[in-house]
Every structure is written in C-alpha cells, then in structure tokens.
C-alpha cells in the first residue's frame, strides 16, 4: 500500500506492508474458484442383487459356558432385515469340497435372523455370507468375509476411536481430520490382562460394497485422512500375533470421509450472487442446492446459471425481505462450507444488511 502525504511544496510518500488475517491470526491464503481441481468419484456401488454391510467385528476366545475349556467366538454385525426390505437373512457358509453354499445349520435348522447381528462358536475357519428372504425384487447376497481361527485364549475387553477435531485442527468428517485407537485392552481367559502381542492396520471400507482397502504403510495408531479416503468409512483392524494374542477386531470409523469444498458469494444484487468454490462442480451436484433465508425457511425457484468456468455459478433468487442467507449443497461425498476461527464449518451464511 502506497500513501503519499504533500504539505506545501513537500510531498512524501511511504510505501506500507499490508497482510490479511483471518480470524484465527493466521495469513488469508488466496481464494482461487478451481483450485483445487476435480473432486474425486464416490466408490464404486454394489452389483446388482448384492449389498454390503457383513463385517467380523471380534475373532476371539472365551470360556465354554457352564462347561469346561475355551471355545473361539467370532462377532458379525451387518443391516437388520427391514433397511434391506427383507423379512430375515440367512446365515450360509461356503463348501470348498463341493464349491457351493451352505445354509449354516444351528440346532438343526438354518439360523436366520430379522436383527443385526450374530455371536458364534466355531472350531475352524469359514468363508460366510448372508442372504435375504422376502425380498420383492429378488434375494440379495451380501459381501463374503473370511472368518480365521486362533487358539490363544484372549480377549478383546475395551478400545477408544477418538476422531476429534483436536488431533489435526479438522473437523470430523472432512478430509485432514485425525482418527486415534486408543485404550486396546486384551485379557486372557483366566481374567489376566494381556500386554503387547498387537499390531495395527489401516484400511478404507467402501460404504456400499464393504470392500476393504488396505493403505500401505498406514500401521500406526494415529491415522490422517487424505483425498484418497473420499466417500469410505476409515476402519482399523487390531491384530494379535498368535503368540501372546489371539484373533483380532475390525472397528469402523462412524461415518464417511467427507470434503468441505470451501467457496465465497460475491456481486451480490437484489437478483442473486455469484457462488465460487474451491473445487469444480458439475451441474448434476449443484441441484442440490438449498439456499434458506434468516428464518430458515427455504427459498424456492433459485436459478442456478453455470459459466465457462465450473467452480463458479450465478445463482439467481428472489431474495425479497431476506436479511440472511443461508446455502446447503450437500453430496455423498462433499459438502459446501467455509472456514470460521480456525475450523472449517458446513454451509455458508451471508448476511445481506
């Protein structure tokens, strides 16, 4: 910034440094509209016929009930029958001798279930599956899990998945935000507790499939979510080392991965504004548009106009008797936000007066 200063015949100018802040005290970096580029797909969707959601949550062994030594228990969970328009699912397991499936026999008849889960004794490994009954378009077969066995009498009897915003400084679920396992607590079966003998591995979890993912390299406890984890659940899978423990557990992080694609309002009229955002964004997502006003009542028959470049769109309303707007555009893998203090919130509030 240049300011020049005459009194009389004298004339001095000074030349003075101008930095931005905002208002976190850290220097306003430049807002480019496309800077970032494209934003990833979301991960690929289920076949048709199929769904995910079967998960082996525990591997471990537990004493035999009202009898004598230990027996290996294995912990599923997976969507209750209702949430796949099913009456009930069907445990099977695959036969490698005759290359087919089984339904899984307990007490002498299939077991089946309208819940979400199972709790099972078994006394050797088992490739399993589920299928839906009562479905109207036809039964569904879910994702196949693989169930190891261990005979280390262990286990597993407390965890922590802290995924607060101060591991990184970004809130949960946006990319750059920090997911920590913590507190693993492994007893034997004689209720001495264990230490050592575990590692870790993370993965990402596809939401629709639930295919895992393994991220190379990614074995400690602290993990950071990058652009790569874009639409997947984050999942960390503790394991025993057959010697000291036995087994292992899977724990999911509670939801997807998200992208907060910050963006700004300009040129601003009683017809509309101009909308500019970090990332490109295709028509087809901006029709999710919902722009609601300081009562939060929502304004209907906006007009969204794109231009020649795809982070930008003129945004056309009535904005008659509105002193705020409000902007939500929410995808399954990114949302629209801005950053207040030093955290990146959803959503964009514009005050008008």
């Not at 802290?162 to 809130?171: A, F, K, P, R, W």
């Not at 964004?281 to 006003?293: F, P, R, S, W």
């Not at 795809?310 to 939500?328: F, K, Q, R």
């Amino acid at each position: 910034l240049e300011i020049t200063i005459t009194k009389g015949a004298e004339t001095m100018t000074f030349v003075l440094s101008v930095e931005v802040l905002a208002d976190d005290g850290l220097p306003v970096e430049p807002f480019i509209p496309g800077m970032m580029g494209s934003i990833p797909g979301e991960p690929p969707a289920a076949a048709f016929g199929t769904f995910g959601g079967l998960i082996i949550e525990e591997i471990e062994r537990h004493n035999v009930f009202m009898g004598e030594g230990t027996e290996m228990i294995v912990n599923m969970s997976f969507p209750d029958a209702s949430s796949l328009g099913a009456d009930h699912v069907t445990l099977q397991y695959y036969d490698y001798s005759l290359s087919t499936w089984f339904d899984y026999m307990y007490a002498g008849v299939p077991l089946i279930t309208s819940g979400d889960n199972f709790s099972l004794s078994f006394n050797g490994p088992m490739t399993l599956r589920l299928i839906t009954s009562g479905v109207l378009t036809g039964n569904l077969t879910s994702n196949v899990v693989e169930v190891q066995y261990t005979n280390v009498d262990t286990y597993f009897a407390g965890w922590s998945l802290d995924e607060s915003v101060y591991l990184t400084g970004i809130m949960f679920p946006y990319v750059g935000h920090g997911i920590f396992i913590e507190d693993v607590t492994v007893f034997d079966t004689d209720g001495v507790e264990v230490i050592g003998g575990i590692s870790y591995q993370w993965y990402r979890l596809n939401p629709n499939t639930f295919e895992t993912i393994l991220i190379p390299g990614e074995t400690n406890q602290l993990y950071i979510t990058t652009i790569a984890d874009l639409g997947y659940y984050l999942m960390v899978k503790v394991t025993g080392d057959e010697i000291t423990v036995g087994g292992y557990m899977q724990i999911m992080s509670m939801n997807p991965v998200q992208l907060l694609n910050k963006g700004i309002v300009t040129d601003i009229d009683g017809a509309g504004f101009t909308l500019s955002m970090e990332y490109d964004v295709t028509m087809a997502d901006m029709a999710n548009l919902k722009i609601y006003n300081q009562d939060y009542l929502e304004i209907v028959g906006i007009n969204i106009i794109p231009t020649a470049d795809p982070a930008i769109y003129e945004i056309e309303l009535d904005m008659l008797g509105a002193t705020e707007l409000h902007l939500e555009l929410m995808t399954p893998t990114w949302m629209l936000g801005q950053k207040m203090f030093e955290y990146l919130m959803p959503g964009i509030t514009v005050p008008l007066i």
